[in-house]
């Protein structure tokens, strides 16, 4: 069972910034992607962003687009995600998410346990 590790997260102001990190450390494939999705209160988990390890093609939701972005650490298996320009409608539990498929929820192989990112108006 591979475990990913989550940071970063706490409350932000709106227009602020603020950076998760996602580590997986015992995850030995060569090629896989990580990412993230987040669920804000009585809604559906959605899918935020993905970046490919190996291949380095990064894909964001278009909710996001143009304010995070996902890039991968100097260790391997660990995957940043930059939020600038955050909204109060970005409040929600951010998952850190890898395997063969990242923008799927349904497909994931594995979850972190998330991390919440309040924005206050």
């Known amino acids: 069972q591979v475990q990913l590790v989550e940071s970063g997260g706490g409350s932000v102001q709106a227009g602020g910034s603020l950076t998760l990190s996602c580590a997986a450390p015992?995850?030995?494939?060569?090629?896989?992607?990580m990412g993230w999705f987040r669920q804000a209160p009585g809604k559906e988990r959605e899918w935020v962003a993905t970046?490919?390890?190996?291949?380095?093609?990064?894909y964001y939701a278009n909710a996001v687009k143009g304010r995070f972005t996902i890039s991968q650490g100097a260790a391997k298996n660990t995957v940043y995600l930059q939020m600038h320009s955050l909204k109060p409608e970005d409040t929600a539990k951010y998952y850190c998410?890898?395997?063969?498929?990242?923008?799927?929820?349904?497909?994931?192989?594995?979850w972190g346990k998330g991390t919440q990112v309040p924005v206050s108006s």
């Open positions: 015992e995850y030995t494939s060569s090629t896989y992607c």
């Open positions: 970046f490919f390890i190996g291949g380095g093609d990064a």
């Open positions: 998410a890898a395997g063969g498929e990242c923008t799927d929820d349904q497909l994931i192989d594995y």
